[in-house]
Nanobody, 121 residues
Framework: QVQLVESGGGLVQPGGSLRLSCAASGSIFSINVMGWYRQAPGKERELVARITDAGTTNYEDSVKGRFTISRDNAKNTVYLQMNSLKPEDTAVYYC???????????????WGQGTQVTVSS
């Protein structure tokens, strides 16, 4: 089994910054892609940013230039640095990882429990 534990959410004023972290643990052989998704009330879950094990990144258009995703492969941890936050960034942020477990040749997708980010004055 694999667990993803997120931290770093909270309340911040518009223009402020937050840094989210997500650590994966368990019988992990390798992690292909790690990413962050978000879901605002009444909306579908959407991809915010993702990063491959080689460091290739993709961002949702509205966060380009404001958010930066990074990962520490040795720690199986992914980060999301969020700057210049806007009220429309308010959502529950979920960590996601595509994991190959020890003694397996199959990759499975795992989700964290979510962390609330609220941008409000």
């Amino acid at each position: 089994q694999v667990q993803l534990v997120e931290s770093g959410g909270g309340l911040v004023q518009p223009g402020g910054s937050l840094r989210l972290s997500c650590a994966a643990s368990g019988s992990i052989f390798s992690i292909n892609v790690m990413g962050w998704y978000r879901q605002a009330p009444g909306k579908e879950r959407e991809l915010v940013a993702r990063i491959t094990d080689a460091g290739t990144t993709n961002y949702e258009d509205s966060v380009k230039g404001r958010f930066t995703i990074s990962r520490d492969n040795a720690k199986n941890t992914v980060y999301l640095q969020m700057n210049s936050l806007k009220p429309e960034d308010t959502a529950v942020y979920y960590c996601n990882a595509v994991v190959r477990m020890v003694a397996s040749t199959t990759f499975y997708k795992y989700w964290g429990q979510g962390t609330q980010v609220t941008v409000s004055s």
